[in-house]
């Protein structure tokens, strides 16, 4: 996609919109995205079997914007409250080599990336979908809700995705990031 700017109303044309430039520039100073697992990745719901398995559906636009990022130097991690098997399957499988679950202090495990990678705080975008990413989001330089995200952490973002949670809200943030980044091509070089 061709980048159109609206130099009278200084916003830039995306595939889900219109996106201010200034909110663009955030986008673009993007180097870490740090996602929540449940509610980001997948729909929220758990579905659980009777014998105790649990299950989750994970959509492959979003696991292609992952590869695209990571293919194009943009590191990504999840945090999430939760431990299972198949993130981090999945999340392995990506790529995605910054995987933390079962986290009750969110903040704590991104200041441990932070510390790892050297990325700054103004240089990472996070996106949630309840209170518990709230720390998050208030200690990124980015602050990112899904669209069917609680309403507190919508009014605290600085972005919501016009794509809900586990239906390409991953991917809609990460074609954003290429296309203001001017690597929107690795989308098309990767797979799921």
């Known amino acids: 996609m061709a980048t159109h700017f609206n130099a ?12 201010h430039q200034a909110l663009m520039a955030k986008f673009a100073n ?16 758990i579905y659980l079997g009777n014998s105790g398995e649990e299950l989750k559906a994970f959509h492959t636009r979003d696991g292609l914007g992952v590869k695209a990022l990571i293919t194009a130097g943009i590191q990504v991690a999840v945090i999430t409250g939760r431990e299972s098997a198949i993130v981090e399957n999945r999340m392995r499988a990506l790529g995605v080599q910054h995987i933390f679950q079962g986290q009750h202090n969110k903040q704590q495990a991104l200041e441990s990336i ?12 996070s996106v949630g979908d ?5 720390p998050l989001l208030q200690a990124s330089g980015l602050a990112l809700s899904v669209f069917d995200g609680h309403p507190q952490v919508q009014q605290q973002a600085d972005y919501v995705t016009q794509q809900r949670g586990g239906f390409g809200a991953v991917r809609e943030l990460a074609d954003i990031i290429l296309l203001s980044q001017g690597l929107l091509h690795q989308v098309q070089e990767s797979s799921t």
Do not use: H, N
């Open 8 to 19: 009278a109303q200084e916003y830039v044309s995306t595939w889900y919109g219109d996106i």
């Open 30 to 45: 993007t180097k870490l995205l740090v996602c929540d697992v449940d509610g980001v990745f997948s729909d929220g719901r």
């Open 114 to 125: 932070w510390q790892a990678t050297g990325i700054a705080s103004d240089a990472t975008a």
């Open 130 to 134: 309840d209170l518990p990413d709230l």
